[in-house]
């Protein structure tokens, strides 16, 4: 089994509204990711954990707050955000270490977020 | 920044080969090559890597310059269905590595 869900696939909030985005994956990636990508441009990086710890945090705003609660959960919690933060948000995992470490992601589909 | 550099768009007839290129000048000697595309309304979706020797695998192969400054995505017979933005990416493959991807080529398929 080679795939990421997400949930939801639609997700449509307020700015005042607390929501949460859900990304699952059963391969026993110990590396999960979250991307953000607005309208006609590439992917950009968000947040990396490994092996549940936050390693990477690009400077996103806290208005985005990342929780991996177990090896195959990654949640996003989204609180306050603006119009701007409209984007299709894309989890992926890789396997970081062992015999088998290798960079290649498995990406989900992706949650479409629009802020109103 | 990416650090690769790719044409914007190309435009491919269905049945027929299609050669994306992609430069990386700056390439360091750890650096593999990844290339992943993403189909309309999907995920990106992992396509192929390769460090120094030419890769094949059941969707691609994948063409590196002896001087590894450039490298050559081939589809050997283009459908409908790889219509799609093809990234390519240098990587360092250990494991944990964020994917830094730049604005990839959009291929048409026309049928």
């Known amino acids: 089994d080679t795939e990421v869900t997400q949930t939801p696939k639609h997700l449509v909030m307020g700015m005042t509204n607390k929501k949460s985005l859900k990304c699952e994956q059963h391969?026993?990636?110990?590396?999960m990711y979250w991307y953000k990508q607005k309208a006609k441009k590439p992917p950009e990086l968000m947040f990396v954990y490994s092996y549940e710890k936050l390693s990477i945090n690009e400077s996103v705003p806290s208005r985005f707050s990342p929780e991996c609660p177990n090896s195959s959960l990654l949640n996003l919690h989204l609180h306050a955000l603006q119009p701007e933060d409209s984007a299709l948000y894309l989890c992926a995992s890789s396997q970081p270490t062992g015999r088998k470490a290798t960079d290649t992601q498995y990406f989900g589909p992706g949650t479409r977020l629009t802020v109103l | 920044d990416a650090k690769t550099t790719q044409p914007n768009s190309m435009e491919s007839n269905e049945e027929e080969p299609v050669h994306l290129p992609c430069n990386h000048s700056t390439i360091s000697g750890t650096d593999y090559i990844h290339w992943y595309r993403q189909l309309p309304s999907q995920g990106p979706e992992y396509v192929i890597h390769g460090l120094t020797s030419n890769v094949n695998n059941r969707m691609a192969s994948l063409a590196i310059a002896e001087d590894r400054k450039s490298s050559t995505l081939i589809l050997h017979r283009a459908t409908l269905r790889d219509a799609a933005v093809y990234y390519c990416i240098r990587n360092r493959n250990s494991g944990n590595t964020p994917l830094v991807f730049g604005k990839g080529t959009r291929l048409s398929v026309i049928a």
């Open positions: 391969m026993g990636h110990r590396a």
